[in-house]
Structure formats: structure tokens, C-alpha cells
Antibody, heavy 119, light 107 residues
């Protein structure tokens, strides 16, 4: 069974840092692009970052310079290092995989981990 | 950044009826438009990719059409379990972006 399990969310003060992890199982992790997408409570979806199978990374302007996506294929794991957090970063963060045949169209998502930025 | 505008914001229909959801892009996407379903308390689920291709396991009552800037998701005969928010998303250019969603209510 294909599975993505996020962890590492929690409460952090503005200006603080947090590292999210995503454990993948049931598929060949190294063959897939991986993504982080977030969703504030009651609101829509926003792409946070992406990493290709060769390690190329992508960020939208809202998080560029603050967030870093990485992957460890030997451990079937995806990470998101988040620095200089603001209240606007409060959201559920989803890990998702996208097949190489349809990059940018994730076909499997984790259940999400909640990040709350508050003083 | 490509902006996607979905309409209507909310759609209320009865079981068995046909639902038509729209997504308009601020620039041409060719066919690189994706649809997701998000049920309450769940992660998004891939429904349609590249405008008209159903993802694995998606029932045939879901279909997508369109190209360029105008796209449509059609649910031919609504089931009660289709209650959800439906999002369109473009994978034409980074940063990938989503529409604001259409909430489908089942009467």
C-alpha cells in the first residue's frame, strides 16, 4: 500500500523554525517528484515547494529563502526545513508524490501535519 | 503567477443531477489543468489530469474538458458521497497554483 506519513508539526513562535518530515512507503521513492502543499484552516491550497528526482528544487515567492525542501532516498524520506516563520505560515502541511509521467499532478497525499505559528 | 478562477463558489444539487464546475485561467495552460476532490477532514484526491484524463480508480461519472484558458469538470449523476470541495490546479508553469475551490453541496 502506498503511504505518506507527515510528522514534525506543532506550535512555534513567530520567527522560529520547524522541520517537517514525510515517511514514504509502498513505492519506489527515488522515482517520484515530491511536493509540499499547505492549507490554512478553512481555506484553499497553496504549493510550498517541490523537489525532483535529481534534487532540483522549486519554491514560490512566499517562502523562497525561508523554506528548504530536501529528500533522502536511502531513507524514503522527504523534509521541509522552515525558518523565520510568520503567523501566515499557519496551516496543515501535506506531503505528496507526483509521477514523472505527470509532473505537478500529485496522485498520492499524506494526511497532513498541522503547523501553528503563534506567540 | 497564473491565476485560476473557479465558478460557482458553491453549488447545491440533488442526487442524480448533473454538476458542472468551471475553471478559468489568466493565461493559456494548453491542457495542463488538474482537478482534485477534497472531502471534509481529508487530503485532496486526484480526479483528472491534463484536462480530461481520469486518474486511477476514479468513477466514470467524473469527466473533464477544455483547453487553453477555459476548463470544465462534469459529474454526470451526483452521488451523496460527492459532497466535497473541488479544486482546479495548473501544472503549466511554476509556481503551480490552485483555484479557490467550488463547494459542492448535496441536497
Amino acid at each position: 500500500e502506498v503511504q505518506l506519513v507527515e510528522s514534525g508539526g506543532g506550535l512555534v513562535q513567530p520567527g522560529g523554525s520547524l522541520r517537517l518530515s514525510c515517511a514514504a512507503s509502498g513505492f519506489t521513492f527515488s522515482n517520484y517528484d515530491m511536493h509540499w502543499v499547505r492549507q490554512p484552516a478553512g481555506k484553499g491550497l497553496e504549493w510550498v515547494s517541490a523537489i525532483g528526482i535529481t534534487g532540483d528544487t522549486y519554491y514560490p515567492g512566499s517562502v523562497k529563502g525561508r523554506f528548504t525542501i530536501s529528500r533522502e532516498n536511502a531513507e524514503n524520506s522527504l523534509y521541509l526545513q522552515m525558518n523565520s516563520l510568520t503567523v501566515g505560515d499557519t496551516a496543515v502541511y501535506y506531503c505528496a508524490r507526483a509521477p514523472r509521467s505527470i509532473p505537478g499532478a500529485p496522485d498520492c497525499w499524506g494526511q497532513g501535519t498541522l503547523v501553528t505559528v503563534s506567540s | 503567477e497564473i491565476v485560476l478562477t473557479q465558478s460557482p463558489a458553491t453549488l447545491s444539487l440533488s442526487p442524480g443531477e448533473r454538476a458542472t464546475l468551471s475553471c478559468r485561467a489568466s493565461q493559456s495552460l494548453s491542457s495542463y489543468l488538474v482537478w482534485y476532490q477534497q472531502k471534509p477532514g481529508q487530503a485532496p484526491r486526484l480526479l483528472i489530469y491534463d484536462a480530461s484524463n481520469r486518474a486511477t480508480g476514479i468513477p466514470a461519472r467524473f469527466s473533464g474538458s477544455g483547453s487553453g484558458t477555459d476548463f470544465t469538470l462534469t459529474i454526470s449523476s451526483l452521488e451523496p458521497e460527492d459532497l466535497a470541495v473541488y479544486y482546479c490546479q495548473q501544472r503549466h508553469a511554476w509556481p503551480y497554483t490552485f483555484g479557490q475551490g467550488t463547494k459542492l453541496e448535496i441536497k
